[in-house]
Each structure stands twice: as structure tokens, then as C-alpha cells.
T-cell receptor, first 117, second 112 residues
Framework: GAVVSQHPSWVICKSGTSVKIECRSLDFQATTMFWYRQFPKQSLMLMATSNEGSKATYEQGVEKDKFLINHASLTLSTLTVTSAHPEDSSFYIC?????????????FGPGTRLLVL | GQQLNQSPQSMFIQEGEDVSMNCTSSSIFNTWLWYKQDPGEGPVLLIALYKAGELTSNGRLTAQFGITRKDSFLNISASIPSDVGIYFCAGQLQGSWGKLQFGAGTQVVVTP
């Protein structure tokens, strides 16, 4: 149980284009999903918290108009990198919890590697 | 910003040896989690700790939630080649339900 998938696993795009990344909880309903970014040889940095049916909460320094998050259902959250630039190249990872209790473990997706040329 | 201090940064050990790493903080956490990340993959949960003083094992892995709620350690006994990877601690701050802070990671290399 507790499987989280991401699609695509990797994407290469031209500068200026927008890229959508999907995060799905496969065997549980995720009331909360989190989006992280990880640069090479660094730790995971939380970008935003996504609750089903409400607006995402962004961490300080993360541009909400740049990284659009939609959590339209209990099993799907999407992250759209708008007008991507080379500095947006990174490993994007989502995680999900069922949110049923205070002590909820986060289960992570396999990540999406974005390369902006 | 990152509030967890994870050490060591890297470890080079021989197969069969034990591995120990820890995370400390000046803040109080109500959950400690240990993850392993392989290259190009997402983190995989190893052990979750929810109570101060809790000691939990998962096969050759043992982790403890420090009594002060400001630290945690992870031990790997009798290491094998597949233990290679980066190990992250993650803590959930008291009062910030759901949001995790991650340590910088410990890179483990196991030589035959």
C-alpha cells in the first residue's frame, strides 16, 4: 500500500514553455500532497502544500505564479512550471498523506527530472 | 530554512560493518522519519517514529526518537552492498502538522 506515482518521470523542454507534472496516490486518498524540489547533491526543499479542494500554500521564496499547483481530486495533484527557464531545471518530487490523523507519514513519488534548455 | 543537522555527511564502510548516523536540532519535533534515496528515485520510508524515547527496528535498521524530542539516530547493522544510497532524516516540527524538514543527508558507500 501507500504508492505514489508521478508522470512524467523526466521531461526536456525549451526555455519559455510550460511543463505539467502529475502526482497520483494509487491506493489511498490523499487529502494533502506536498511538492519538493531537489538540486543535485542537495536535500529536499519543500515548495508548497496542496490540500484537496483549496488553494496551495507556498513556502517563502516560491513564486505561486511560476509554480501552479492544482489538487482537484483526492488522488491527483498537478504542478505546472510556467515559462520554464534553465534555472528551473531540477528534480521535482511529490509526497502524499491521507491526513486522517496528526501523525501521518508522507509517502513519496519517484520524482520527475526536468531539464530546461 | 533547514533546521536539522545531519551527520556524518558521508560514510565509506566495508560490507558487514555497522553504520550509525544522527540528526539533531534546536527545535522540538513530534515526528521523526528516516528515508533512503537511490539515485534518480524518490525517498523511500524506512522507519517512522512518533513518541519520544521510541526505539523501532525494521530488519537490520534501528532508529530512536530522542528523549528530548530534538534528535534521532539510525543504525544499520551488518551492512550489505545494497545499503548504498543517501539516507535522510526528516522531522515534523511541533505545531506544524504535515510539513517536514529534511536533513542534508548521509551518503553511505559500502565496499565488498
Amino acid at each position: 500500500g501507500a504508492v505514489v506515482s508521478q508522470h512524467p518521470s523526466w521531461v526536456i523542454c525549451k526555455s519559455g514553455t510550460s511543463v505539467k507534472i502529475e502526482c497520483r496516490s494509487l491506493d489511498f486518498q490523499a487529502t494533502t500532497m506536498f511538492w519538493y524540489r531537489q538540486f543535485p547533491k542537495q536535500s529536499l526543499m519543500l515548495m508548497a502544500t496542496s490540500n484537496e479542494g483549496s488553494k496551495a500554500t507556498y513556502e517563502q521564496g516560491v513564486e505561486k505564479d511560476k509554480f501552479l499547483i492544482n489538487h482537484a481530486s483526492l488522488t491527483l495533484s498537478t504542478l505546472t512550471v510556467t515559462s520554464a527557464h534553465p534555472e528551473d531545471s531540477s528534480f521535482y518530487i511529490c509526497s502524499a498523506t491521507s491526513g486522517g490523523a496528526v501523525q501521518e507519514t508522507q509517502y513519496f513519488g519517484p520524482g520527475t527530472r526536468l531539464l530546461v534548455l | 530554512g533547514q533546521q536539522l543537522n545531519q551527520s556524518p555527511q558521508s560514510m565509506f564502510i566495508q560490507e558487514g560493518e555497522d553504520v550509525s548516523m544522527n540528526c539533531t536540532s534546536s527545535s522540538i519535533f513530534n515526528t521523526w522519519l528516516w528515508y533512503k534515496q537511490d539515485p534518480g528515485e524518490g525517498p523511500v520510508l524506512l522507519i517512522a517514529l512518533y513518541k519520544a524515547g521510541e526505539l523501532t527496528s525494521n530488519g537490520r535498521l534501528t532508529a530512536q526518537f530522542g528523549i528530548t524530542r530534538k534528535d534521532s539516530f539510525l543504525n544499520i547493522s551488518a551492512s550489505i552492498p545494497s545499503d548504498v544510497g543517501i539516507y535522510f532524516c526528516a522531522g515534523q516540527l511541533q505545531g506544524s502538522w504535515g510539513k517536514l524538514q529534511f536533513g542534508a543527508g548521509t551518503q553511505v558507500v559500502v565496499t565488498p
